[in-house]
Nanobody
Framework: QVQLVESGGGLVQAGGSLRLSCAAS????????MGWFRQAPGKERDFVAA????????YYADSVKGRFTISRDNAKNTLFLQMNILKPQDTAVYYC??????????????????????WGQGTQVTVSS
């Protein structure tokens, strides 16, 4: 099992920045690909960004490309999401998730919520206009 705990959410004005963190414990963090997803009220959980087990590959939703940056520190068992130029439509609960690298079949796997095995409890991000 992998336990994931997100932090860093909050209220920010449009144009501002936030940095989310996801602390992992349990099994070897570096064996897992990681993703960030978000869910707004009444909507489905959407892909935001993902990173391979060694940080060598990253993937982004078109809506955040150029504004958000995903990264990881395997020595500290931590995943990050740097969010810049935030917009009101970025308002959502943000979740980090983990999937073992052996389960990555294709690049598409990174973008599909149901492919992920472990989830954090989420952190609220609210962007005011």
């Amino acid at each position: 099992q992998v336990q994931l705990v997100e932090s860093g959410g909050g209220l920010v004005q449009a144009g501002g920045s936030l940095r989310l963190s996801c602390a992992a414990s349990g099994r070897t963090f570096s064996s897992y690909a990681m993703g960030w997803f978000r869910q707004a009220p009444g909507k489905e959980r959407d892909f935001v960004a993902a990173i391979s087990w060694n940080g060598g590959r990253t993937y982004y939703a078109d809506s955040v490309k150029g504004r958000f940056t995903i990264s990881r520190d395997n020595a500290k068992n931590t995943l990050f999401l740097q969010m810049n130029i935030l917009k009101p439509q970025d308002t959502a609960v943000y979740y980090c998730a983990a999937v073992h690298k052996s389960l990555i079949a294709t690049m598409k796997t990174y973008r599909v919520p149901t492919e992920y095995e472990h989830w954090g409890q989420g952190t609220q991000v609210t962007v005011s206009s």
